[in-house]
Every structure is written in structure tokens, then in C-alpha cells.
């Protein structure tokens, strides 16, 4: 087991006497084995702070967060990837449909996740987990009624407000939660 250590933050906790600070170094001398070693990291300008630094316990451990992510795929795309689907047997076209928005999504998803992942923040880990995909098949499983469809010569577009307060207001119909709890809700449309 490495323990790593900023002198730093040790000699400015000592010159404060945090007591809590003594007993963590305590804790690491008494687990320190002949099979572990004890690292230090090098002492940043010269062992002082910096003015944005902090000395509280909180930032010595590692923050990890882990963020639930709600994948609600609507008509628009379902629509696009059945429709690319060659397949006789309607329940087959399904997953196989479903397999393929998956695969491309969590594509997607998995590039967010590398993303926060090339945070370099000795305090701070973020993690995007892909909690549950929801598909909406047809207009009549998710109302959007309020949302106005803009078409160009090209592409059709949707009003984004109306339609995430539609989906909203779906997710808590007769006062009872639908939707998995999740911390965020990522809803793609085609």
C-alpha cells in the first residue's frame, strides 16, 4: 500500500497543531509495514500555501463522484434507427433496434465519462454511469404537446423548453415518480 503525502499541507497543519492532522500521521506511521512504503509527494513553492489553497482534512481525500445518468430516447431517433432495421420478426426489430441505440449512446456516454475523467484534480473524480435507457417508440408513451415542431428545408426542430418541462411534467403524473432516480436526465431526440 502507497501512502503519499504533501509536505506541504504537513508542515503548514503542524504550525497550526490540528490534532486531527497528528492522529492521521499517527494512523499512517502505525500502518506502515515493512511491505508498505511510505511516499512524499514534493513540497509545492517551496512547503508554503498558496493563497487559493486550503489546509481543511476534506482536501485530502480524493472526492469521487458518481453521476446517474437517465438515457431517454425519444420518437425521433427510435423512429430513425427501426427504420434502418432489416428484419421481418417485429419483436426481433425491437431489440435489435434498441441494441443499436444503446451501442451508439453509450458511445456517446463513454466519451462524456472520458472527459471528466482527463479532469486533472488531485481531489476531485467524477464518473458517468449510464443508469437506465428509456425509450419512447411512439408520440403516444411521451406527450409533448406544448412543443412546437420547426421545420427548415432540411431538418425538423422542437422547442426544448416546453418539450423538457412536457417530460416533467410526465414524470410525475398522478403525483407518482415514473422515471428511476437518477441526477441527471439526458433526453435525445432525432
Not at 17 to 38: F, P, W, Y
Not at 174 to 186: E, H, R
Request: with cysteine; aromatic share 10%.
Amino acid at each position: 500500500m502507497d501512502v503519499y503525502v504533501n509536505i506541504s499541507y504537513l508542515a503548514d497543519a503542524l504550525r497550526v497543531n490540528d490534532t486531527s492532522v497528528h492522529e492521521q500521521l499517527e494512523a499512517i506511521s502505525r500502518g506502515t509495514t515493512g511491505q508498505e512504503k511510505l511516499n512524499y509527494l514534493p513540497p509545492r513553492n517551496n512547503g508554503r500555501l498558496d493563497d487559493n489553497e486550503t489546509t481543511d482534512k476534506s482536501r485530502q481525500l480524493k472526492e469521487n463522484y458518481n453521476v446517474k445518468v437517465a438515457i431517454l430516447i425519444d420518437s425521433g431517433v427510435w423512429d430513425l434507427y427501426y427504420s434502418r432495421i432489416s428484419c421481418v420478426q417485429p419483436t426481433r426489430k425491437i431489440d435489435e433496434a434498441k441494441r443499436k441505440i444503446r451501442e451508439a449512446y453509450l458511445h456517446i456516454m463513454n466519451g462524456v465519462n472520458l472527459r471528466y475523467k482527463s479532469i486533472d484534480d488531485p481531489y476531485l473524480s467524477i464518473t458517468i454511469i449510464p443508469q437506465r435507457f428509456i425509450f419512447f417508440p411512439s408520440n403516444g408513451q411521451f406527450p409533448h404537446n406544448r412543443s412546437k415542431v420547426i421545420r427548415d428545408k432540411e431538418n425538423s426542430y422542437i422547442e426544448a423548453k416546453p418539450y423538457l418541462e412536457d417530460l416533467r411534467d410526465w414524470d410525475h403524473v398522478n403525483g407518482v415518480k415514473i422515471l428511476p432516480q437518477f441526477d441527471i436526465a439526458m433526453l435525445f431526440t432525432a
